[in-house]
Structures are given as C-alpha cells and as structure tokens.
C-alpha cells in the first residue's frame, strides 16, 4: 500500500562524499515531482537539534550535481546519540511536519537512522555515501569513484618522482578498517602492492613484500598503505623498512583529505541521482529502515540492519589480479 507521507527532510552526516549534492538535488526534485514538500537540515542530525531547517524549492538545488562536499553541510553530534537529544529532533521534525527522512551518509550515519526510525516508528530511507565503499549489500557507494580517480592522478604524479629517484614509496590512502580504496588504486595505477586490514590480521604483508623483493626489475616500488591500526600506517611501516633494510630509499605520501574532496564523477552523479529518486519512491511504497543499495546495476532496498551488520568483504578475485598484474 503506498503512503501519504506529505512532507520529508533530508539531511547528509558523517564525512562528505562527491555526490552527495548529486543526491540532495534528486531527492528534493524527485520528492517535488510527486506531490511532497521537503525540508533541508543543515549540519546533519545535529541541525535537527538546533532546528537548521529549511524548506527547499526545486531552484534551491538548482546548479549543485557539478560541486563537491554537501551544500546541507555536515557535523557531528554527540547529543543525537542521547535520548533526549533525539527527543529534540523529533520536536522540531513536529512543527514543520516532517514525517520522513532521507539520511545521506556512511554507516554510523545509517545506524543513527535505525535507531531514531525505531524509537518514533519514523519512515527513513538512507542513501550510502562514503569514500571508503564499506558498507554492505550495495556494490558501490556514492563518492567511491571519485575517490578512486582523485588517488589514481595522485599515483600517477608520484610515480614520475619514484622513477626519477628510484625510490621505494609508500602513499597512505583512507578507508579505515576497508581495504577497497588501497586495493583498487594499487591496481588502478600499477603499484606493486597494497597493504590493507584486511590482510594485515592474517600475516605480515611487509615482510612478505620484502622477501619477494619490492624492486627485482624496476626502477621504482610504490605501495598503497589503508589508513588503519591494524596496517600500522604508512610511516610505521617506512620506519620499519628504514631499520631493517636500509638499502631501500623510502618516501612516504599521506593523501589526506583531497581524497573526499572535487568535483564528482559522472558515474557518482549518476548513482547519487539514481539512489536519490529511487528514495522517493521507497518512502512512496512505505518503505522504512532501508538504505538505497544497487546490485547489478539494478536499485534494490536493503534492511538498515543488513546494511550495517558488518563491513564488506575483500574481493580475492581483486587480490589475485593486483598479486599478478606487479611481477
């Protein structure tokens, strides 16, 4: 049975992605094509608090698909985890009649949506976007291609200087406990490994690496560190190739935060808009507690509690052709 949801918010939290603006504009025209006003909270969970809310018009997300980050802007919030503050949200989502959400975001952005969903049997659907492309039951998250991109030209440069200098390098990349980001860009760039969590539980990669010998043939080595404890971190692992081979010249690249940063990729926009529409049309169905996945290049729903039950796995498949592809 479809509802009669008359109104909704939207709201992007957690670390910003490319494609989240992409997504904003679809929910809010997809959402105005069908008859719903809709609301932009600003600052993520923490803007329902403080009741940054405003309602938005199909030109309020008129020339946005093109930009980075979010225009809604993103915080974190410690009181949302509290029952009290989320009583607040609830309030303020009361006096401007919002009786639905979309939840633009990664999964703690996604387990804050369960929780609040459960407390006050609101209808919200969320929509995965982050960089590290870790949640589960969706091939791809929005964000993720233009990130791989944005690393892949970073390589590509890197590796002039690595060449010229013959040097051994290793470029930290994000992902936190999700290898996807070091993995595909190793492969992405031709770099001769990634070292990511992953793996790093079952045995020591490094040690690995250097028995089979980083440089055999080339004229440089580089290797793509996932931002993690459990990796160690790309200068724990250069300190550590320093002291126990020192014949190996060693540079280190943190790539920070220009990863989450530009412009987004076409196949971004498209999967933002794409999931942004397709989120509309959930909350239409009565959908509830779902996050907007795609599978074979088809939309599916996935249970919040499916979607954040645990991170993706590593793909062997992808080990395989990286451990190949750099002999």
Same mark, same amino acid.
């Given at each position: 049975?479809?509802?009669?949801?008359?109104?909704?918010?939207?709201?992007?939290?957690?670390?910003?992605?490319?494609?989240?603006?992409?997504?904003? =504009?679809?929910?809010? !025209?997809? +959402?105005?094509?069908?008859?719903?006003?809709? &609301?932009?909270?600003?600052?993520?969970?923490?803007?329902?608090?403080?009741?940054?809310?405003?309602?938005?018009?199909?030109?309020?997300?008129?020339?946005?698909?093109?930009?980075? $980050?979010?225009?809604?802007?993103?915080?974190?919030? #410690?009181?949302?985890?509290?029952?009290?503050? =989320? +009583?607040?949200?609830?309030?303020?989502?009361?006096?401007? $009649?919002? *009786?639905?959400?979309?939840?633009?975001?990664?999964?703690?952005?996604?387990?804050?949506? +369960?929780?609040?969903?459960?407390?006050?049997?609101?209808?919200?659907?969320?929509?995965?976007?982050?960089?590290?492309?870790?949640?589960?039951?969706? #091939?791809?998250?929005?964000?993720? #291609?233009?990130?791989?991109?944005?690393?892949?030209?970073?390589?590509?440069?890197?590796?002039?200087?690595?060449?010229?200098?013959?040097?051994?390098?290793?470029?930290?990349?994000?992902?936190?406990?999700?290898?996807?980001?070091?993995?595909?860009?190793?492969?992405?760039?031709?770099?001769?490994?990634?070292?990511?969590?992953?793996?790093?539980?079952?045995?020591?990669?490094?040690?690995?690496?250097?028995?089979?010998? &980083? !440089?055999?043939?080339?004229?440089?080595?580089?290797?793509?560190? +996932?931002?993690?404890?459990?990796?160690?971190?790309?200068?724990?692992?250069?300190?550590?190739?320093?002291?126990?081979?020192?014949?190996? #010249?060693?540079?280190?690249?943190?790539?920070?935060?220009?990863?989450?940063?530009?412009?987004?990729?076409?196949?971004?926009?498209?999967?933002?808009?794409?999931?942004?529409?397709?989120?509309?049309?959930?909350?239409? *169905?009565?959908?509830?507690?779902?996050?907007?996945?795609?599978? *074979?290049? *088809?939309?599916?729903?996935?249970?919040?509690?499916?979607?954040?039950?645990?991170? =993706?796995?590593?793909?062997?498949?992808?080990?395989?052709?990286? =451990?190949?592809?750099?002999?």
């Amino acid at each position: 049975m479809d509802s009669n949801i008359k109104c909704i918010g939207v709201l992007t939290s957690g670390g910003d992605a490319p494609g989240m603006n992409a997504a904003i =504009r679809a929910v809010t !025209r997809g +959402a105005i094509f069908n008859g719903i006003r809709v &609301f932009g909270i600003y600052r993520g969970y923490k803007g329902l608090i403080t009741n940054e809310i405003e309602e938005f018009k199909t030109n309020s997300v008129s020339n946005i698909i093109q930009q980075g $980050g979010t225009i809604l802007k993103t915080a974190r919030c #410690d009181e949302f985890k509290t029952k009290e503050g =989320r +009583a607040i949200a609830y309030e303020n989502m009361q006096k401007h $009649g919002i *009786e639905a959400l979309v939840v633009i975001g990664g999964d703690g952005s996604l387990t804050g949506a +369960a929780i609040f969903s459960s407390e006050y049997n609101i209808p919200i659907v969320g929509l995965p976007a982050t960089i590290d492309n870790d949640l589960n039951a969706t #091939d791809v998250t929005i964000g993720y #291609d233009t990130a791989l991109n944005t690393i892949m030209e970073a390589m590509d440069k890197i590796r002039d200087t690595a060449t010229s200098h013959e040097r051994l390098f290793f470029i930290e990349v994000m992902g936190r406990n999700c290898g996807y980001l070091a993995l595909n860009s190793a492969i992405a760039s031709g770099a001769e490994a990634a070292i990511i969590p992953e793996i790093s539980m079952e045995k020591d990669q490094l040690a690995e690496l250097i028995e089979q010998g &980083f !440089r055999k043939s080339k004229s440089s080595s580089m290797v793509l560190v +996932a931002e993690s404890p459990v990796t160690g971190g790309a200068y724990n692992l250069a300190e550590r190739v320093k002291k126990q081979y020192p014949q190996y #010249d060693v540079r280190v690249t943190i790539l920070g935060h220009l990863q989450r940063g530009g412009t987004p990729s076409a196949q971004d926009r498209i999967l933002a808009s794409r999931m942004g529409v397709a989120s509309i049309q959930a909350l239409i *169905e009565n959908q509830r507690s779902v996050m907007i996945g795609i599978r *074979e290049n *088809e939309i599916t729903y996935v249970p919040f509690r499916r979607a954040i039950k645990k991170e =993706r796995a590593i793909s062997e498949e992808l080990l395989e052709v990286l =451990r190949i592809s750099s002999i």
